[in-house]
Antibody, heavy 117, light 109 residues
Framework: EVQLVESGGGLVQPGGSLRLSCAASGFTFNNHWMSWVRQAPGKGLEWVANIKQDGSEKYYVDSVKGRFTISRDNAKNSLYLQMNSLRAEDTAVYYC??????????WGQGTLVTVSS | QSALTQPRSVSGSPGQSVTISCTGTSSDVGGYNSVSWYQQHPDRAPKLMIYDVNKRPSGVPDRFSGSESGNTASLTISGLQAEDEADYYCCSYAGGPYVFGTGTKVTVL
C-alpha cells in the first residue's frame, strides 16, 4: 500500500524557516518524480515544486523561487521542502504527492504551515 | 504561471450530467495531452479522477470522463450521485512546472 506521510509543519514567524519532510513507502521511490502541492485555508490547490527521480531536475512556482528548495534522499525514501524567508501568504496545508506520468496519483494527508507573528 | 480558469460552481440533480470546463493556454492545456482532474471532499486530500486528458485510474467510476479541445479541457460527470458533491480541480503540465485550475464546487441538488 502506497503511503506518503508529511511532517515538519507548524507555526513560524514571518522571515523564518521550516523544513518539511515526506516519508514514502509502498512503492519504488527512486522510480518516480515527486512534488509538493499546497492549499491555503479555504483556497484552491497550488503546485509548488517537483523533483526528478535522481534529483537532477527541479521546478518551482514563481512565488517560491529563491526561497524554497525541494530535495530528496532516495536511500531514505524521503522527500523534503526547505522553506526560507517565509511570508504570511505561504500559510497553507502542504501535500506531498507522487507522480504517475504527468498526474499525481497518491497524496499524503498534508501538514499545516502557519506563518504569523 | 497563471491558474487555469474553471467555473466557480456547477450543480445538477441526481442522475443528471454536469460538465466542468478548464481553460488554459497553448503553454499548458493546449500544448500537452497532460491534463488531470482531482476530486476533493472537505478536509480530505485530493483524489485523482482523470489523467492524460481522458484516462481513468483503476477504481474511478466510468461516470467520470474527460476531454479536451484546443486550450480547454472538460470533465463530465454522468449520472450524478450524492457522493459526487465535492470540489474539483484540473491540472496541466506546463513544460516543467505544473498549474492547477481555480477549482469548481459541484453541488448535487
Amino acid at each position: 500500500e502506497v503511503q506518503l506521510v508529511e511532517s515538519g509543519g507548524g507555526l513560524v514567524q514571518p522571515g523564518g524557516s521550516l523544513r518539511l519532510s515526506c516519508a514514502a513507502s509502498g512503492f519504488t521511490f527512486n522510480n518516480h518524480w515527486m512534488s509538493w502541492v499546497r492549499q491555503a485555508p479555504g483556497k484552491g490547490l497550488e503546485w509548488v515544486a517537483n523533483i526528478k527521480q535522481d534529483g537532477s531536475e527541479k521546478y518551482y512556482v514563481d512565488s517560491v523561487k529563491g526561497r524554497f528548495t525541494i530535495s530528496r534522499d532516495n536511500a531514505k525514501n524521503s522527500l523534503y521542502l526547505q522553506m526560507n524567508s517565509l511570508r504570511a501568504e505561504d500559510t497553507a496545508v502542504y501535500y506531498c504527492a507522487k507522480y504517475y506520468g504527468s498526474a499525481f496519483d497518491y497524496w499524503g494527508q498534508g501538514t499545516l504551515v502557519t506563518v504569523s507573528s | 504561471q497563471s491558474a487555469l480558469t474553471q467555473p466557480r460552481s456547477v450543480s445538477g440533480s441526481p442522475g443528471q450530467s454536469v460538465t466542468i470546463s478548464c481553460t488554459g493556454t497553448s503553454s499548458d492545456v493546449g500544448g500537452y495531452n497532460s491534463v488531470s482532474w482531482y476530486q476533493q471532499h472537505p478536509d480530505r486530500a485530493p483524489k485523482l479522477m482523470i489523467y492524460d486528458v481522458n484516462k481513468r485510474p483503476s477504481g474511478v467510476p466510468d461516470r467520470f470522463s474527460g476531454s479536451e479541445s484546443g486550450n480547454t479541457a472538460s470533465l463530465t460527470i454522468s449520472g450524478l450521485q450524492a457522493e459526487d458533491e465535492a470540489d474539483y480541480y484540473c491540472c496541466s503540465y506546463a513544460g516543467g512546472p505544473y498549474v492547477f485550475g481555480t477549482g469548481t464546487k459541484v453541488t448535487v441538488l
